[in-house]
């Protein structure tokens, strides 16, 4: 449905600036998990500065939209803040991602530069992450099937 | 890589530098800015491993409205940062490179962040960035978390002397 309101530019869009953040984790060293484990490590604090760069730039990019710009053009949708609702599960997730982060080095869009930068044994952790979302989406399918809808309704 | 560790040991706090850290860090921003301004859409980096999901599972959870709305886009998004990696590492790599941490930690890590992300709303560029950049309580306390998390099993890991 929303696809039919799509400009001809929307693909295109979303691929130029998956490109331009790609090329962006690549020179940042996080494609490389060694980076990643070194800043964990306290060795090299750099990736500070790429994390703390890029919430600078997003952080300009939603202030300046949501206050002065009207829509998007490619897609006539209103501009708005990333505000998701808290619950136990940020915490918990935050947890279980805390200890898959520093057991390996690797989060998803640092995973994907990886790939781009031809180190294969990544592949390792793509497959990882994959199964790690579908054994969640599995269990918690499972869990809201034989609890009612009462925890699905209050936990979404 | 490996001729920098002894390097590291002596307590620099920027082995390395700043500068490529810093450039690649405000790519990472401009990269997602281009997509929020065109087209309204707050990019992050691990819905993707949902919504793909959904080609191949008649689990419920990953066939609802929003990852099969969005999940042609995540494809291309997700393509376009493999591509964009590969374009640095023609530019300035020279060939390919690849890491020396262990099948197993990569396998294991992946599945912990798989389960991880999902769970708790985002990642290091949904919560880390774009979380971030909007100001979000959620995303500071689950980046606090996670970065607190991992910092300890980091140092637990190298203190049991598991390398690399």
Redesign the interface.
């Known amino acids: 449905m929303?696809?039919t309101r799509r400009s001809q530019?929307?693909?295109p869009?979303?691929?130029?600036?998956?490109?331009?953040?790609?090329?962006?984790?690549?020179?940042?060293?996080?494609?490389?998990?060694?980076?990643v484990?070194?800043f964990?490590?306290?060795?090299?604090?750099?990736?500070?500065?790429?994390?703390?760069?890029?919430?600078?730039?997003?952080?300009v990019?939603?202030a300046v939209?949501t206050r002065y710009?009207d829509?998007?053009?490619?897609?006539a949708?209103?501009?708005?803040?990333?505000?998701?609702?808290?619950d136990r599960?940020?915490?918990?997730?935050?947890?279980?991602?805390?200890?898959?982060?520093?057991?390996?080095?690797?989060?998803?869009?640092?995973?994907?530069?990886?790939?781009?930068?031809?180190?294969?044994?990544?592949l390792?952790?793509?497959?990882?992450?994959?199964?790690?979302?579908?054994?969640?989406?599995?269990w918690?399918?499972l869990r809201s099937s034989t609890t009612d809808d009462v925890t699905e309704t209050a936990s979404s | 890589m490996n001729e920098l560790s002894p390097l590291l040991a002596l307590g620099e706090p920027f082995p390395r530098g700043v500068l490529p850290y810093l450039l690649g860090g405000l790519l990472v921003g401009v990269g997602a800015a281009v997509i929020y301004l065109a087209t309204g859409i707050i990019a992050g980096a691990s819905t993707f491993l949902e919504s793909t999901l959904s080609y191949v599972s008649n689990v419920p959870r990953f066939n609802r409205f929003k990852y099969v709305q969005s999940r042609d886009w995540r494809l291309v998004f997700t393509a376009g940062i493999v591509s964009g990696a590969a374009v640095y590492a023609v530019l300035f790599q020279g060939g390919i490179w690849t890491t020396e941490v262990q099948w197993w930690r990569l396998l294991g890590g992946g599945f912990l962040v798989g389960v991880g992300t999902r769970l708790g709303k985002g990642c290091t560029s949904g919560h880390g960035v774009c979380g971030v950049g909007s100001l979000s309580n959620t995303s500071f306390v689950n980046v606090a978390t996670f970065l607190a998390i991992a910092i300890g099993t980091a140092q637990l890991v190298q203190a049991v002397g598991v390398a690399p």
Do not use: H
Not at chain 1, 44 to 55: H, K, P, Q, T, W
Not at chain 1, 77 to 86: D, I, M, N, P, Q
């Open positions: 929303s696809s530019l929307f693909m869009i979303i691929y130029v600036g998956g490109l331009i953040f790609g090329f962006g984790l690549a020179i940042s060293g996080m494609a490389r998990p060694e980076v484990l070194d964990l490590q306290f060795e090299d604090f750099g990736l500070l500065f790429v994390m703390g760069g890029a919430a600078v730039v997003t952080g990019t939603f939209a710009l829509r998007a053009p490619l897609t949708s209103e501009y708005t803040r990333r505000v998701k609702a808290f599960n940020v915490v918990i997730g935050g947890t279980i991602f805390g200890v898959g982060w520093g057991l390996s080095g690797i989060c998803p869009g640092a995973a994907y530069a990886s790939v781009g930068i031809g180190n294969y044994p990544i390792w952790a793509v497959v990882g992450m994959f199964l790690g979302a579908y054994a969640q989406g599995y918690r399918a």
